[in-house]
């Protein structure tokens, strides 16, 4: 819940979570790894991400809508191309095990802002992210309001431009089709069985405000869209989408801009969960390319 006019409670620092992560982790290779949270809102909200060790600069992994960054990006942060960074797997506010005020407006600049605060906090700087969905738009659009957090872009199946809403969709289509009182009375059940168990575990994580009022800004987007701030960015960036998919809509401008898109085989929009060495492979190409 929102917290109203509080003051920010003092941050607490990280707490230690000892353990394997993924599955390529021996035993003889512990690995500490950390909680961290801090305030990122006037009324003390708190974004919390876990964080692996590693050398910098950063690499920072964000999730889309109704999911969490640990379940959906763990095994890719662990995987032997791509550890060995600093990793910061990041819950946007509303999701997972960050807090779930009801009196944030969940617009895709509030999530970035949120975002470069609990960065900002981290002491973090020229990061790399790598973002799922609407964490991809999210990522976009903290690359061009907060240029010093960002130094690189892997879009993985991103939103970049407005949709309508679709009553009976899936995903953001079908929430935002909903008003919010409707949504919050009991239209969430119905998005439920519309999203099935897989996403449903980590959705019901997701504050019901949190789920409907970014699920709305992500199918409105923002002005300029997140295509055209994508466009305009000097960093580099790499779209990757499922090849079954066909390539994606504006892929020649995308590419014309600079922006690698990359068609990954045998997988649908969760390409880190479906093919997780095929993603590791091109993600850390991406990361590892030139402009």
């Given amino acids: 819940m929102g917290h109203g006019s509080h003051k920010p409670p003092v941050d607490r620092g990280a707490a230690p979570l000892r353990g394997r992560l993924g599955s390529y982790r021996s035993a003889d290779e512990p690995e500490e790894l950390t909680m961290r949270d801090t305030a990122v809102t006037p009324g003390g909200d708190r974004i919390r991400w876990v964080e692996l060790p590693g050398q910098e600069p950063a ?84 690359a061009s309001r907060h240029p010093r957090l960002v130094s690189r872009l892997v879009l993985v199946d991103a939103n970049l431009d ?3 809403p679709v009553s009976g969709a899936p995903g953001s289509g079908g929430i935002a089709a909903l008003s919010e009182p409707d949504f919050l009375a009991g239209g969430w059940q119905h998005i439920r069985d519309l999203a099935g168990p897989h996403w449903w575990s980590t959705m019901r994580l997701t504050g019901l405000e949190a789920l409907h009022r970014s699920a709305v800004h992500l199918t409105r987007g923002t002005t300029p869209t997140m295509r055209e701030l994508l466009l305009e960015l000097s960093i580099p960036r790499t779209f990757l989408y ?15 801009a600079g922006v690698r898109v990359v068609p990954v085989p045998d997988c649908g929009h969760n ?10 492979r091109e993600t850390a190409a991406a990361l590892s390319a030139h402009g």
């Fill in 59 to 142: 690499r920072v992994y964000v999730h889309g809508l109704g999911a969490t960054s640990p379940a959906y990006f763990a095994q890719a942060a662990a995987h032997p191309l791509l550890t060995g960074r600093r990793s910061l797997l990041v819950d946007l506010l509303g999701h997972g095990i960050s807090d779930r005020p009801t009196d944030f407006d969940y617009r895709l600049e509030s999530h970035a802002d949120a975002l470069a605060a609990a960065l900002t906090y981290a002491g973090v700087t020229g990061a790399e992210l790598v973002a799922h969905s609407m964490g991809g738009s999210v990522a976009v659009v903290l």
């Fill in 162 to 164: 407005p949709v309508t």
């Fill in 242 to 256: 499922p090849a079954a998919d066909g390539s994606p809509a504006g892929a020649d401008a995308l590419s014309e």
């Fill in 271 to 280: 390409i880190m969960l479906d093919q997780p060495d095929a993603f590791a």
